[in-house]
T-cell receptor, first 114, second 114 residues
């Protein structure tokens, strides 16, 4: 099925551990995004990549890094996890600006930091 | 800084009733206003979207009303069904030199009672 695939679906980390969330899309979209979802706060943009080879900070980038590995893949790394990073993380992709018709989201990664 | 404000936070409607969710925005550069529907454990999915050159868009039981001068838009769900029970997010797109990105409202949890 075409779409956005995120791995893993669930993860529990200890404070200070590191991990990488993986995201891949097969829709030939140029732009990719990482959001976090917390109760009562909606979806907040962490980082995005308008096209292969570019990345930019979003609203809440502190404590995260990203890599746009190629056109298909966009990973999110937590170098030293903190309890405040407990959240549900969503990857999304979209067409470039002049063809934009909204995002396609993955099914999410539920991360708990203890 | 939250640029899209959504209300109410939660909404309970009887089957067959009308569900109304409201959003207000500040940035007059926003040029695309989608609504997303999210079921538990799933990623948000595009429901309906509108551009600011029209005042209303209808798709089946779902209608967006848009008031450009008031910088407000709303989602109306006619003949609400229990299967509509989900979290709804409004969003607005900004086009920047680094690409397009959506800013989301805080979300509304809709419950439709049978």
């Amino acid at each position: 099925n075409a779409g956005v695939t995120q791995t893993p679906k669930f993860q529990v980390l200890k404070t200070g551990q590191s991990m990488t969330l993986q995201c891949a899309q097969d829709m030939n979209h140029n732009s990719m995004y990482w959001y976090r979802q917390d109760p009562g706060m909606g979806l907040r943009l962490i980082y995005y990549s308008a096209s292969e080879g570019t990345t930019d900070k979003g609203e809440v980038p502190n404590g995260y890094n990203v890599s746009r590995l190629n056109k298909r893949e966009f990973s999110l790394r937590l170098e030293s996890a903190a309890p405040s990073q407990t959240s549900v993380y969503f990857c999304a992709s979209s067409e470039r600006s002049w063809q934009f018709s909204g995002y396609t989201f993955g099914s999410g990664t539920r991360l708990t930091v203890v | 800084q939250q640029q899209v404000k959504q209300s109410p936070q939660s909404l309970i409607v009887q089957k067959g009733g009308i569900s109304i969710i409201n959003c207000a925005y500040e940035n007059t550069a926003f040029d695309y206003f989608p609504w997303y529907q999210q079921f538990p454990g799933k990623g948000p999915a595009l429901l309906i979207a509108i551009r600011p050159d029209v005042s209303e868009k209808k798709e089946g039981r779902f209608t967006i009303s848009f008031n450009k001068s008031a910088k407000q838009f709303s989602l109306h769900i006619m003949d609400s069904q229990p299967g509509d029970s989900a979290t709804y997010f409004c969003a607005a797109r900004a086009v920047e030199t680094s690409g397009s990105r959506l800013t989301f409202g805080e979300g509304t949890q809709l419950t439709v009672n049978p």
